[in-house]
């Protein structure tokens, strides 16, 4: 069963400060995505992730994919308050009809001005 | 920009009753989901649904859910007999599938059973 973990699950930081939230999933995939979720409000795509090495960048965050070492990195480059949310990867099942993506839990993301 | 609505935002109903949340998928769209999510919790899973036909349902999908493309345009996810613990906020999902392709997600359905 495919697994889908983020870490940390809370973080709480400084404006203009560098963080990466990191999301481990446990068999292969050729899709992973980025959404970002506002409270009480539904999920914002940010990034397609579809090979091994892909990068994209919007904005201050940076999203990246080691497919090899099962693992994606959003990186956040000098936060701003803006970014409060609460950020979700999610992986689509290799070999399947689409049929699924499954979410990690989340980081919450806390900026503090 | 074409997006994926749904109707209601918010419904209210008393444990034991049926009710049928409702979304319309973005028009090109041949894939489509829905999700749950508990407040404060992880989105989870419900069903998936290709071909007027379900391709994969979770464990939470049991027999009080259902799905229904009824008239090409709408997917809704029907509930017969809630209970309390269905209480969350449903999101509904469409994609194109191929390669290339994303999700898109409704603004989601909030769901309170009293």
């Known amino acids: 069963e495919l697994k889908v973990e983020q870490n940390p699950l809370f973080l709480s930081m400084q404006e203009g400060k560098n963080y990466t939230i990191y999301c481990n999933y446990s068999?292969?995939?050729?899709?992973l995505y980025w959404y970002r979720q506002d409270p009480g409000k539904s999920l914002e795509s940010l990034f397609v992730l579809l090979s091994n090495g892909a990068v994209k960048q919007e904005g201050r965050l940076m999203a990246s994919l080691d497919t090899k070492a099962r693992l994606s990195t959003l990186h956040i480059t000098a936060a701003v308050h803006d970014l409060s949310a609460t950020y979700f990867c999610?992986?689509?099942?290799?070999?399947?009809?689409?049929?699924?993506?499954?979410f990690g839990k989340g980081t919450r993301l806390h900026i503090l001005p | 920009e074409p997006e994926v609505t749904q109707t209601p935002s918010h419904q209210v109903t008393q444990m034991g009753q049926e009710v049928i949340l409702r979304c319309v998928p973005i028009s090109n769209h041949l894939y489509f989901y829905w999700y749950r999510q508990i407040l404060g919790q992880k989105v989870e899973f419900l069903v998936s649904f290709y071909n007027n036909e379900i391709s994969e349902k979770s464990e939470i999908f049991d027999d009080q859910f259902s799905v229904e493309r009824p008239d090409g345009s709408n997917f809704t996810l029907k509930i017969r007999s809630t209970k309390l613990e269905d209480s969350a906020m449903y999101f509904c999902?469409?994609?194109?599938?191929?390669?290339?392709?994303?999700?898109?997600f409704g603004q989601g359905t909030r769901l309170t059973v009293v």
């Open positions: 068999t292969t995939s050729d899709r």
């Open positions: 999610a992986v689509d099942i290799e070999d399947s009809r689409d049929d699924k993506i499954i």
């Open positions: 999902a469409s994609s194109m599938g191929g390669l290339n392709t994303e999700a898109f």
